[in-house]
């Protein structure tokens, strides 16, 4: 654990728990510093690069994605390539991922990244939104990972950590809701927020997960609600 060095002290109130801000942002990074997953996207800061990795990750497995991504951008390493590609071609090297819309959504974001953008991601986030295929997750993974934004990242994996910290319960729509939305904002580190998204979309993976959390080894166990009450059931 982190000692509170006495400067830990923003907090934030949900749901009739309060959550000290800074001291979870340091327990998360510092389990972070240690358990991170590796993954190539993660090692680059190429932003059609995260581009690719995001869209590949909709409704699809990291470990699924790992072959896909490198063998895709070795065969198209930026938007012209890919863009002037065969259809056929890059259906082909998608297909393990399935989800057929992926194919034309990919051409037709290089073509409009190539004529509208001189062949470069745009950093603004509205502007993310307008290409195929991207949505507000997409968007703002896009712009934490490549840009070092601070924008809240929410799917269904940090609103389980966002709900979980707050014993508020959630379902596919929560990500939609307020209250979810308000705590994913607030505790989200503004100085490192591309540390801080791996760290908790990691630990949504690996300890923070759908059916039997692994509340006894997670670092946050001492400022989450939900934590606590299974603490308190085990003793």
Known sequence: MIEDTGILEETF??????LAVRQMQVQL?????????????RETRDAFHILLAELMLRRTQAGQVVPVFLVFTQQYPDVQILALALPTEVAQLLFPLGLSWRVPAFQNMAQILLERYNGQVPSDYETLLTLPGVGEYVASAVSCFA???????????????????????THAESRRQRPVRQILSALLDKEQPAVYHYALLDLA????????????????VQCCATGQLHHKKCL
């Not at 840009?147 to 319960?169: E, H, S, W």
């Not at 993976?205 to 946050?220: G, K, V, Y």
């Open 13 to 18: 109130e949900s749901n009739g728990h309060t």
């Open 147 to 169: 840009f070092g934004q601070a924008i809240p990242i929410i799917d269904t994996n940090t609103v389980r950590v966002a709900g979980r910290l707050f014993a508020m319960p």
């Open 29 to 41: 990074r510092f389990w972070g510093e240690h358990h991170l997953r590796s993954f190539p996207w």
């Open 205 to 220: 993976a690996l300890i923070c997960t759908p059916a039997h959390p692994r509340c006894d080894i997670c670092p946050l």
